[in-house]
């Protein structure tokens, strides 16, 4: 399994190859994502809100995509 900090210092462009190799899914960075904002995000208060459901829910429908080889675009699934 890839550490959070490998995937967080990825880049948009690093993480599209990743999903389009099936080296990492949309799902995992996510995760990734969802723990660095939970750590950090009390010190800093950046987010008002998050909606953790649907991005997940988004999350696994790109996993899907990718998986046929059907993405939305090349950054399909990438958190923004």
Do not use: C, H, K, Y
């Not at 996510?30 to 010190?43: D, E, H, K, S």
């Not at 987010?47 to 991005?55: D, M, P």
């Not at 829910?57 to 998986?67: C, K, N």
């Amino acid at each position: 399994m890839i550490d959070d900090d490998a995937i967080l210092s990825n880049g948009v462009r690093g993480l599209a190859a990743s999903f389009a190799s099936g080296a990492l899914t949309p799902s995992i960075a996510l995760g990734a994502f969802r723990r660095r904002i939970m750590r950090v995000n009390p010190l800093i208060n950046a987010f008002l809100s998050l909606n953790l459901n649907e991005a997940q829910s988004s999350a696994a429908l790109s996993d899907a995509r990718w998986r046929r080889g059907a993405p939305l675009s090349g950054v399909d699934g990438v958190p923004l």
